[in-house]
């Protein structure tokens, strides 16, 4: 396959493109039909057929993302969903690299602060992975049919994947335009759990915020309170002593003194009550301080803890079958946890992919009544992240005295089992 790769980012008027070259417009266009969070678009011209993933990140301010493979004097025949999952696994790589795209703290894609023109490097070695990616694929190709020039190129079409390969080409030969779009939302379960965990994490600060302002307002409230009822205390006596005065009242002097002593006693009985609600409140606001503060450090922790998901083992293995052939050149199909006597035993082991990596697993047979080692091979194994599904690896068949019974299997990354399951041959 003879293609080139371009990247391009923007929001609004702004458009940045690598390489910066006259197909900005083309690029630019694209992204304007684009009605759906993410999508393949497929679109011809001339001899160039342009295989665009574009991300819609923000409608507001019409922030976007995407990346473009130029297939030259060719055209993608099927294998649109492996098309598909290959441009989000690149995607989300480069969100968990946090180098063109990034997570916010409500755990939703946004693009990063580097500039296309300071960072000419990282983008070149970005294309460079990304081509290396794509030439690896295996999807069918097949040369370009001669131009229709009744197309016009803004003839625009969405269709589900769901369609199927053929439903998908045929729109090709139609429309100038293709969008192809997934029927649900996809993301995949590393970056989902990273990101629900943001997200939890960022709306509990964010009420933890809301309670803290609000104590704060009631705190404050309270102390207005606090001086009002001081000055209300001072004004009362003042009047009690001008009416005594005027009056001459002797005779009510020590009833009106019981009165504005009373009148203190109250008032102190309301501070001693506002100071105690001060306490409250001022270790309301220090417990909430500890609670953010905690909250922080489980968002950091959570952070390092998602980072590091794929640093001790490259991939999950999630289930085994085996099968049994009277020849080791017979390769069989069906997998299960029983299996026929027969003279060679075949075991697939599935797994879902962590990250890029080769490893070696070693597979041994156990039978269970005492243990006994009835066979060992050596699986290597390379992981391409080609997307979220799970995958099957295939052992060569094992030549042994089977009988019928119980036996073991025991998968090991060196001196280290990782996976173990029973089997019965009947």
Not at 53 to 65: A, D, H, K, R, V
Not at 344 to 350: D, F, M, P, S, V
Request: hydrophobic share 40%; proline share 3%; glycine share 6%.
């Amino acid at each position: 396959m003879n293609c080139s790769v371009y990247l391009f980012s923007g929001a609004s008027a702004q458009h940045n493109q690598y390489p910066n070259d006259s197909l900005a417009p083309l690029f630019k266009r694209l992204v304007s039909l684009c009605t759906e969070p993410r999508q393949l678009v497929i679109h011809r011209e001339g001899e160039l057929v342009f295989y665009a993933y574009i991300c819609l990140l923000e409608p507001t301010s019409g922030e976007y993302f995407g990346f473009a493979l130029l297939v030259n004097g060719e055209q993608i025949t099927g294998h649109f969903e492996q098309l598909l999952e290959f441009s989000e696994a690149q995607i989300q790589r480069l969100a968990l690299e946090k180098t063109l795209l990034t997570l916010d703290d409500y755990g939703r894609l946004r693009r990063t602060e580097y500039s296309f023109a300071s960072q000419v490097a990282l983008l070149d070695r970005v294309v460079h992975h990304l081509r290396g990616e794509a030439l690896a694929l295996q999807i069918p190709l097949e040369l370009l049919p001669p131009t229709d020039y009744s197309i016009e190129g803004s003839n625009y079409c969405s269709l589900p994947l769901a369609e199927g390969d053929n439903a998908i080409l045929s729109a090709t030969a139609r429309y100038g335009v293709v969008a192809v779009v997934r029927n649900e939302v996809y993301q995949d379960s590393s970056l989902k759990q990273y990101s629900e965990q943001l997200n939890r994490l960022s709306t509990e600060r964010d009420a933890a915020r809301g309670e803290l302002l609000a104590l704060q307002s009631e705190y404050e409230k309270l102390l207005r309170q606090k001086k009002q009822y001081k000055k209300v205390s001072i004004l009362t006596l003042c009047v009690v002593l001008l009416v005594l005065i005027g009056l001459g009242g002797f005779f009510f002097l020590g009833y009106n003194l019981r009165l504005v002593q009373q009148d203190a006693k109250e008032q102190t009985s309301q501070k001693e009550m506002l100071a105690k609600r001060n306490e409250k409140l001022e270790q309301d606001n220090q417990e909430l301080a500890y609670s953010y503060q905690r909250e922080q450090q489980e968002h950091r922790e959570a952070r390092s803890l998602l980072e590091g998901l794929a640093q001790d083992m490259p991939i999950i293995i999630k289930g085994a079958g085996v099968a049994t052939t009277s020849q080791t050149t017979d390769r069989p199909n069906d997998f299960s946890s029983k299996a026929r006597v027969d003279h060679c035993l075949w075991i697939a082991i599935e797994y879902k992919e962590l990250e890029e990596a080769t490893i070696d697993l070693r597979c041994d047979v156990y039978r269970a009544e005492d243990h006994y080692l009835m066979a060992s091979v050596e699986i290597p194994l390379q992981t391409l992240l080609l997307g979220e599904g799970v995958r099957t690896v295939l052992s060569p068949g094992l030549v042994a005295d089977w009988k019928e019974g119980s036996y073991r299997i025991e998968v090991l990354k060196g001196d280290q089992l990782v996976y173990s399951k029973p089997f019965r041959l009947i």
